[in-house]
């Protein structure tokens, strides 16, 4: 369900381009850290909230009967358990940066010549013993589980973790702006959001020079880390009764 909801906000990216401006540049979207916030807002701050499960309990429920016995928090619960993995896809929010910052300290490595190629594999295993604590049983697990390399998308993954700092920046301004957000996803009114970020930014597309000048036009600010930190603290304090 996450990994749609993911995809889902990519799409409604693309499909909220401005109409007007149409094969222009300016309709492009502005960056793959600003797509990755769209798909990420949706995927960490909706699937993975708690009012997304008081309304999608009773859709689950209803059409996986052997779910009947778990509850709303269950489900939000069980969507946020912080373990580290082997894989980048299945990581929660704490330990997934640790997954991008090993990929995008390889890929410096590799073009500043402080490394080889076939020097990957094994310090790929080094660094996840070392950062996450877990043992690489293969290469499939290991270094080659990514697509990025191989259609060399090299310099990619940095766009995730910027993804996933604008999206809680996007989100903390919905907030504000949209009256009882959390109670609208809780009753399966998702389309105030929808539109929030389409108008704020969809639309837009590339008439902002940079990420940055797009968040300061929507939320007030370049681009904060404090609100993303702020966001995981409160969050996980929560969950783990810290």
Not at 124 to 130: D, F, S, Y
Request: glycine share 8%; aromatic share 10%.
């Amino acid at each position: 369900i996450g990994g749609t909801i993911h995809e889902v906000g990519h799409a409604l990216y693309e499909q909220g381009r401005s109409e007007e401006h149409e094969d222009l540049p300016v309709s492009r979207a502005l960056s793959m850290g600003v797509h990755e916030s769209q798909s990420l807002l949706w995927e960490r701050m909706v699937f993975q909230g708690r009012a997304f499960w008081d309304y999608a309990t009773p859709v689950i429920h209803k059409h996986f009967p052997h779910t009947k016995g778990v509850t709303a928090e269950q489900f939000y619960r069980a969507v946020n358990v912080v373990t580290p993995g082997l894989i980048r896809t299945e990581a929660d929010e704490l330990t997934y940066p640790l997954h991008i910052a090993l990929r995008y300290d390889m890929e410096r490595r590799l073009f500043e010549g402080e490394m080889g190629v076939e020097e990957i594999p094994a310090t790929w295993n080094a660094e996840m013993k070392t950062s996450l604590g877990v043992d690489v049983p293969s290469d499939a697990s290991g270094c080659m589980q990514d697509v990025h390399w191989s259609v060399g998308a090299i310099g990619y993954f940095p766009s995730y973790s910027l993804g996933a700092m604008m999206a809680a920046q996007f989100y903390d301004t919905a907030r504000e702006e949209i009256e009882d957000l959390e109670g609208k996803i809780s009753r399966g009114e998702f389309a105030p959001l929808r539109e929030w970020l389409r108008e704020k930014v969809h639309k837009v597309g590339s008439l902002y020079a940079s990420p940055d000048e797009l968040l300061a036009e929507v939320t007030g600010k370049p681009l904060d880390p404090k609100i993303y930190v702020g966001y995981l603290k409160e969050k996980y304090t929560d969950l783990y009764a810290l």
